[in-house]
């Protein structure tokens, strides 16, 4: 079994509700990620439970919860509902030790606006943007123009570039903001900021090493995260020693100005001038072996069960903290 010496034996975590699925545009890869962490804890000799999350009602998620018999609940709920702060609300009500980013965390990295406005306020690079509602951007698409293009379109509060569009002439606004309106009723259009797309893991409050994604497309779109061979990881990215570190650092202040806990990962885009530019923190990154948090780990020494269990310890901890 796995061990590092801070984890304790697998067998002393009680059981495990592995809650994956859920109500969001992102439910298929949630069960895959749910999948992987089931897995990989059977593996270990971990007492767990798989939890399909079906509904985003509160009572009936208490009730499939607190009737479950578990001791804590791993989070692989990506999107809606597993990573805007309710399934943790849900599981504080429960008096249940959880993985990752409590309430408050949680819905500051879902809304893409609030926690730029959180990056703006303490000096991080961030693209421009604007921001639109659905019932009135009718009237205010001259505006969009001033930002320049190419721009970029995209949902809110969405992960998984679900709903985002990059539009290089002021002809492709309209079906930029009627895509990205069919999944919030709120949403982002920033500056395109060319240069080379980043990820960094954050693991334990400390910063993994950096991951650059090139895809074979224009862009990091769904089709190119989730379809193998579009997208081609480079780990640990090629880059100059101090870029790397100053790329770290954005991601690791970016974690901790939103309260993240446990791990996350944030994306980045590397400007041709070399400055990193925050896009978004991701609370409850991709977990199969194959994810970017999960690749990034294994480069310090972490396989994925290990990483696995580390949450569940870090989970139990916290709890314990909280009181």
Known sequence: MPRDKDMVAADAFGKIGVLMGGPS??????????????????????????????????????ILIGSSGISCAFIALHGRFGEDGQVQDILE????????????????????????QIFESHDLSVPRYKVMHKGSYLSDTASISEIGFPLVVKPATHGSSIGLSIVREPSGIARAL????????????????KGREMTVGILEDDALPVIEIIPSKSFFDYE???????????????????????????????????????????????????????????????????????KAAKIVG?????LCLKLIRLAYANAKKQG
């Open 178 to 193: 009627e895509s990205a309106f069919e999944f919030d009723d709120k949403i982002l259009i920033e500056e395109y900021i």
């Open 93 to 116: 009500t429960l008096k249940m030790p959880y993985t990752g980013s409590g309430v408050s965390a949680s819905r500051l990295a879902m809304d893409k606006v609030s926690s730029r």
């Open 224 to 294: 190119a995260k989730y379809q193998a061979g579009m997208t081609e990881y480079v780990v640990p990215a090629r880059l100059d020693e101090a870029i790397a570190k100053n790329i770290q650092s954005s991601a690791l202040s970016a974690h901790r100005l939103l309260g993240c806990f446990g791990c996350s990962r944030v994306d980045l885009i590397l400007s041709e001038r070399g400055i990193p530019f925050v896009l978004e923190v991701n609370t409850i990154p991709g977990l199969t072996a194959t994810s970017l948090l999960p």
């Open 25 to 62: 545009s992102e439910r298929e890869i949630s069960l895959k990620s749910g999948k992987a962490v089931y897995e990989a804890l059977k593996g270990a000799g971990v007492d767990a439970l798989p939890l399909d999350i079906t509904t985003d009602s509160i009572d009936e998620n208490i």
């Open 302 to 306: 972490i396989d994925f069960t290990q």
